[in-house]
């Protein structure tokens, strides 16, 4: 099952997973540990390093996905309909408590939402022929989208961009550029862009704000997401998304290094100079990114093109400290527990993000007001998982340490039967 895998690279995508994981599923979103909660708006964290990871993790893993730059139309129908079922399994996460039919309530609709659910699923992460997924992929992303715009009350303010949506557009324009472009083209174009958002972050004027400035809600992204996606944005901020329109363009600038690195990795040369040449890349990339923190600050919800820079560098330097040890130095032993979180990344993501919107969804008598009803994973969290710890801090971090080892036992089974579920 691994033969052909960068074992290092598996170990860097589960970590990053299951960091994900217990990052987004705490007992309490007020009693969190600093370190696991993202930066209030500039700076960067260890909870902010997740999602450009698993961006960077894409893109290095792209040439080893792609030994061969052929290019065709039907290699581009392949990299599109994956990008579209990437994209379609991140936006279905925004329809699923959403759901209505029939004017079903409580456990039947919960019921329906779950069939719904795996039929999507299986229509995006199932073994079709090509022809097959292209059809399912784009009927999917069809009803979805029409569903958005329909003006049927319940879909009418979901949310259109996401995580995974971003996710699948970066892999789509970082798969045809190494398919497209030599070594030497694909830097200039990272460059490009990345100078090129902190051009018109820096020095173009907000229409209905007055003069450019990186702060919250006022900036050109923005601007430009609250014009172009009104109504299907972030619930928190109603005007701008952290994964919006512009701040994608950078994003795709962390998939396109993360392709840089997978590249010097496949590199026919001793591998004890590999490491030496990512170790090198790491720190340039981090010194740059916090130099140019000092005009564009380092800042997640902006991907500004400060934290492409710190981010992947930092990335780099995890993946050389994880390529010495285990492909140079050969100790793997230890392994094991980050590979079966990182050969199976999706079907975590997924279904990670509805298992506890399933939970929330089962309401059950409150066991100290008869007369109140709470859902089950308040249940779970406040009477199974509180009185087990004195500190607020350390309950949270239970439950979501606890729902990881939930995951870790599925994920078990998985790599002992040999599934492995791709887009």
Known sequence: MTKERLISLDVFRGFTILLMTIVNNPGSWASIYPPLEHAEWHGCTPTDLVFPFFVFIMGTAIPFAMPTKHFDLGIFNKILVRSLRIFCLGLYLAYFSRIQLFGLEGIPLLLLRLAITFGVAYALLGNFTLKIKTYLVLGIFAILLFLAYSKIEAYQDVRIPGVLQRIGIVYFFASLLYLKTNLK???????????????????????????????????????????????????????????GVLSTLPAIGTGILGMFIGQILNLQIPKIEIVKKLAITGIILIITGLLWDIIFPINKSLWSSSYVLYTAGIATICLTLLYYIIDVANYKKWTKLFLIWGVNPMIVFFFSGIIPRVLSSIKVQNPEIATEEINLQTLIYKFEIVPCFENPLNSSLAYAISYAIFWSLILWVFYKKKMIFKV
Do not use: C, R
């Open 185 to 243: 083209t694909q830097l200039l174009i990272v460059a490009s862009i990345l100078l090129g958002y902190w051009i018109l972050m820096a020095f173009v004027p907000v229409p209905g704000f007055g003069a450019p400035n990186f702060e919250k809600g006022t900036n050109l992204a923005a601007w430009l997401d609250n014009l172009l996606l009104n109504g299907h944005l972030w619930s928190y901020s109603k005007t701008w998304d952290p994964e």
